[in-house]
């Protein structure tokens, strides 16, 4: 299936937003799901990665419309590169017993969110070549 950058842009901009929002508000909730305990350093964690995930959203959705460009092939090699390196470390906390096997939801996701975003931006390489 190959999405456009706007599509996978927005829908990305849409699931940062909704991370924020849970991260923000229920963040026992998310790290349940990992099979790791809450505490109030993880808290505080996840209240500032909260922040984060929003602020990536906002910057996803402001450039959905952006045509192929130098700006948009960096906003998509930081994101390959963090999603990649989170499903990394994702995987790497899960296989030494500091995650449980709901991490590997989060992995999937990353590996994924990475995989479109390559994908999307060999497909503008390959229409500037051609045009």
């Known amino acids: 299936m190959q999405l456009s950058f706007r599509t996978l842009s ?10 924020a929002l849970v991260w923000g508000l229920v ?3 998310l790290l349940a799901i990992g099979s ?7 808290g505080l964690v996840a209240r500032r990665s909260a922040i984060l995930f929003a602020a990536l959203g906002m910057i996803l959705y402001g450039v ?3 045509a192929p460009s130098v700006t948009r092939n960096a906003l998509s090699n930081g994101f390959i590169a963090g999603s990649w390196g989170l499903a990394v470390l994702g995987f790497g906390e899960w296989l030494n017993g500091h995650a449980g096997p709901g ?4 992995v999937v996701v990353e590996l994924a969110l990475g995989l479109a975003f ?3 931006k060999r497909v503008s390489v390959e229409l ?3 045009n």
């Open 10 to 19: 927005t829908f990305t901009a849409a699931l940062c937003v909704l991370l």
């Open 27 to 29: 963040p026992d909730w």
């Open 36 to 42: 790791i305990e809450y505490s109030t350093a993880t």
């Open 64 to 66: 959905r419309n952006e």
């Open 103 to 106: 991490i590997l939801v989060s």
């Open 118 to 120: 390559l994908q999307t």
């Open 128 to 130: 500037e070549t051609v």
